[in-house]
Nanobody
């Protein structure tokens, strides 16, 4: 089955930046990576998981209002990897960030912790 391996999370001061990566493998004969929607979601303590950003196979992006202008999603189909560049981080961005492949009913990464301190 599909495997998503995330990296790039960590600790950062408010105003700093991080770049998350998610490498997909074991796709098999399902919908190809290049033809699939990808995205990032996050879950803060005591809160529901929420959408951060998505990108369609055609490159169309969708961002949550609270990250628009600060975060940028991108993908490298040759490497089967999706990225999330996060700039101007604030403590409210502290959460576990999850990579998503083929939509909410598809596949999820294990999550990577992002902690932003004041």
């Amino acid at each position: 089955q599909v495997q998503l391996v995330e990296s790039g999370g960590g600790f950062v001061q408010a105003g700093g930046s991080l770049r998350l990566s998610c490498a997909a493998s074991r796709i098999g004969f399902g919908t190809p990576f290049s033809a699939s929607i990808v995205g990032w979601y996050r879950q803060a303590p005591g809160k529901q998981r929420e959408l951060v950003a998505t990108m369609t196979s055609g490159g169309t992006t969708n961002y949550a209002d609270f990250v628009k202008g600060r975060f940028s999603i991108s993908r490298d189909n040759a490497k089967k990897t999706v990225y999330l560049r996060m700039n101007t981080l604030n403590p409210e961005d502290t959460a576990v960030y999850y990579c998503n492949f083929r939509g909410p009913t598809g596949y999820w990464g294990q999550g990577t912790q992002v902690t932003v301190s004041s």
